[in-house]
């Protein structure tokens, strides 16, 4: 009976043994798999930005030489500089500019959508529905459909007319002038605002309404409530959409184009500077101002991807620094679930 026990025992204690290496190999094979997965995508994301090292960071006499696969033959910044001199042609007031651009239309665009959102939330006023299904109508609709009608408005603005009072032509021109995107942000038009605008509506929507009756209770009015209460309970969602703003305002070029084409803007500038049409005047200037040798196509290619660059570096920092509220914040923001 002894033997039996002990034989019966030492089964067990082996499948138990067999089934937990077979465990643990599983597991280990699912966690490599998925770092090589996660290591390719990586890569694969990554790499562009890789390539571009051997490219921006090479002298003009090494573009284009076989030789060179990750790392320049001799570090140079004359891509660099020629690029900054081209987009930033006031220096760095150029980029501080277009940040600053970028920063106070987000400002707007989250005031204003986080009170509308508010109301078509916890408000119940007639045609609610209706105001909410413009709002996703004008998120489907594409924004050339919008142009001309926004671009006719612009050029003879008038308000109930009001600018008879001021004007003697009764309206003014303001396309070309800043105050346009400005009142765009204002009315709920910038870009991609009716996102915003969703987004803040589906959130509000979320907040329990025990908070709202106890701010009532305890005195506060409608306003109170919603600069008190409401908003500081927002942050998640204002973070989010903040970050979505600046990013998009500070790349945007289909609304500067149109309606402030003068205006110093570094996307802007960007888009319209490397064009195949000033590949000659870059080539040249690159001979000129650095003394570089005989420049060819993948010269301007090597100053237009510096330009980009450094077109990305507020990108960047916006991103290092809020990218994990940006991710934490999807869940409540009404993109998911």
Not at 317 to 327: D, M
Request: proline share 4%.
């Amino acid at each position: 009976m002894k033997n039996k026990k002990a034989k019966t025992e030492s089964k067990v204690d082996a499948g138990l043994a067999i089934y937990l290496f077979k465990n643990k190999t599983k597991k280990g094979l699912v966690k490599f798999f998925s770092l090589v997965l996660i290591m390719g995508l990586c890569f694969t994301i990554i790499y562009p930005i890789l390539s571009l090292v051997p490219v921006v960071f090479s002298t003009v006499e090494d573009l284009g030489n076989p030789n060179v696969i990750w790392i320049p033959l001799e570090f140079s910044t004359i891509s660099f500089k020629t690029a900054a001199r081209m987009i930033m042609p006031q220096g760095l007031a150029t980029m501080g500019k277009s940040v600053l651009y970028a920063a106070g239309i987000m400002v707007l665009q989250v005031f204003f959508s986080a009170m509308v959102g508010y109301s078509l939330a916890r408000v119940n006023f007639w045609g609610r529905r209706m105001v909410f299904g413009m709002v996703i109508l004008v998120f489907l609709l594409p924004r050339q459909s919008l142009l001309l009608a926004q671009y006719i408005y612009f050029v003879h603005f008038d308000v109930l007319g009001i600018m008879n009072l001021f004007t003697k032509a009764g309206e003014i021109n303001l396309i070309n002038n800043p105050i346009v995107l400005v009142l765009l942000a204002v009315f709920g038009f910038g870009v991609n605002q009716s996102l915003f605008i969703f987004l803040f509506s589906q959130f509000f929507k979320n907040i329990p309404k025990e908070l709202e009756e106890a701010s009532l209770i305890d005195g506060c009015g409608f306003y109170r409530t919603y600069f008190r209460i409401m908003l500081p309970n927002a942050i998640p969602i204002i973070s989010t959409v903040g970050i979505l703003s600046f990013v998009w305002n500070y790349g945007d070029t289909y609304y500067t184009n149109y309606f402030n084409p003068n205006g110093s803007y570094m996307s802007t500038l960007l888009s319209s500077t490397f064009i195949s049409a000033n590949k000659d005047y870059i080539l040249e200037a690159l001979r000129t101002w650095y003394d570089a040798p005989v420049a060819t196509d993948l010269a301007f290619d090597a100053v237009k991807q510096a330009g980009a660059l450094i077109f990305l570096i507020p990108l960047l920092i916006v991103y290092l620094i809020g990218q994990r509220k940006l991710v934490e914040n999807m869940e409540n923001s009404g993109l998911v679930g």
